[in-house]
């Protein structure tokens, strides 16, 4: 029986209780897991910005050592480490076969209801089943999950900086490697530097950016983007970040503006910091009803700007995944220095609010294996 934390509704704070767990049917897998990131959309569920079916453990940012596996599973065995991604990818679909997997059309069910396949969750409770965020819900020290929503890395990477990258990442670096079309020597503007931020600045470094100019409300915030590769940091308590964004650029805006908080204001923000001709990249995630209006004829006819939704990173798993363990093995890629606070399941809630007093780049739940 595995401790989960449970999210009983809206509002409610987490509840770490012990639940019950289905063994894997055709397709899925058990996983014990190692570690997991507490990553904005787990809050972003509790406190209903993101809809999602509750009661649910939550979680969506994990990685550990696979237990045992249900019939037909051949990509991943016992004792397989592995990667957990909160979009499930086929490989298969329309989306998949048309370079887009993030967008998987099997996945995107089990991903939306927090259920696996045959749209039923693996976790229950005195007989009720319980949702699993994502098809995984990593707040808990075992789950069963897809096949599909796993990829295996080499046993000497550390779980907790590997957890990292099913989430912030591959999101935050894809946005600026496969969403964005960041050309050497451009500049880009990156509006919240938190776990998810710090790594578009990262991915933005690595595609091959020169200027990029971090904007965050807590300098300690715009400190770490420093360390991640940002060259310029606005903080919006000196002044409108639009103007200061502007002044540092000639007057014209960037090339590229990332938006990773997901409020109106900041993607608004993004959209006014873009240059003519350049890009908006939104990947905050707002409220589900939140409507973004924007000057047709001038903004997207007569400056030619673009505005870019970004779903995971644009992220496909099993080609990022190694690429992105590649970078970490060379030094390449920063994961241990995104590990502000490394916690117990107890303390999830506790984490909640150090993410939200701006403390934390991300706190991870580290699980005794
Ligand atoms: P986080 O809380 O770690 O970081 C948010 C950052 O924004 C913090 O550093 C804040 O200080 C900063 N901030 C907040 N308000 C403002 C403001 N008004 N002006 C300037 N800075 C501000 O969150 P995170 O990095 O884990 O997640 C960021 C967003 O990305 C969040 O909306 C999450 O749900 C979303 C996300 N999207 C995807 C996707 O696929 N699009 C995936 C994962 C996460
Ligand atoms: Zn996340």
Redesign the pocket.
């Known amino acids: 029986m595995p401790r989960a934390a449970v999210c009983p509704g809206i509002d409610q704070p987490l509840e770490v209780v012990d639940v019950d767990l289905d063994a894997p049917k055709a397709g899925e897998v058990l996983v014990r897991m190692g570690a997991s990131g507490v990553?904005?959309?787990d809050?972003?569920v509790q406190n209903g910005t993101?809809l999602a079916p509750l009661p649910s453990v939550l979680g969506h940012e994990g990685a550990g050592i696979v237990e045992s596996v249900g019939e037909g599973v051949s990509s991943v065995k016992e004792g397989d480490h592995v990667v957990l991604s909160f979009v499930p990818q086929c490989g298969a679909c329309y989306f998949c076969a048309h370079d887009q997997p993030q967008l998987c059309e099997t996945g995107f069910l089990p991903m939306a209801t927090g259920s696996l396949l045959d749209l039923t969750p693996r976790f229950s409770r005195g007989g009720s089943p319980l949702n699993q965020m994502s098809a995984l819900g990593t707040f808990s020290e075992q789950l069963v999950t897809l096949e599909m929503s796993m990829v295996k890395i080499d046993s000497d990477i550390p779980l907790s900086s590997a957890a990292l990258i099913g989430?912030?990442v591959l999101?935050?670096f894809g946005a600026a490697v496969n969403t964005a079309s960041i050309r050497r020597g451009d500049s880009v503007a990156v509006?919240?530097?938190?776990?998810?931020?710090l790594n578009v600045i990262q991915g933005a470094v690595h595609a091959g950016a020169e200027r990029i100019i971090a904007?965050?409300?807590?300098d300690a915030?715009l400190d770490m983007a420093r360390a991640f590769g940002a060259t310029d940091v606005v903080n919006?308590s000196s002044g409108d970040?639009t103007d200061q964004v502007r002044e540092l650029t000639a007057g014209r805006g960037v090339d590229v503006a990332f938006e990773?908080?997901?409020?109106k204001?900041?993607t608004e923000q993004a959209f006014a910091m873009a240059r003519r001709g350049g890009q908006a990249v939104i990947?905050?995630?707002?409220k589900m009803e939140q409507i973004l209006e924007i000057p047709i004829a001038m903004e997207l006819l007569v400056n030619e700007k673009q505005v870019r939704g970004?779903?995971?990173?644009s992220s496909d798993v099993r080609r990022d995944i190694p690429q992105l363990i590649s970078l970490y093995q060379s030094g390449s890629l920063k994961l241990d220095e995104l590990i502000s606070r490394r916690i117990g399941l107890e303390e999830v809630n506790e984490a909640f609010r150090a993410?939200?007093a701006?403390e934390?780049?991300?706190s991870v739940i580290e699980y005794d294996l």
């Not at 509006?191 to 931020?197: F, H």
């Not at 990947?283 to 707002?286: C, E, L, Y």
Request: hydrophobic share 40%.
């Open positions: 990553c904005h959309s809050l972003s993101l989430c912030g999101t935050g509006i919240g530097c938190g776990g998810v931020g904007v965050d409300m807590f915030k919006p970040a990773v908080i997901g409020l204001s900041t990947v905050g995630v707002p970004c779903w995971y990173g993410m939200e701006g934390v780049a991300r």
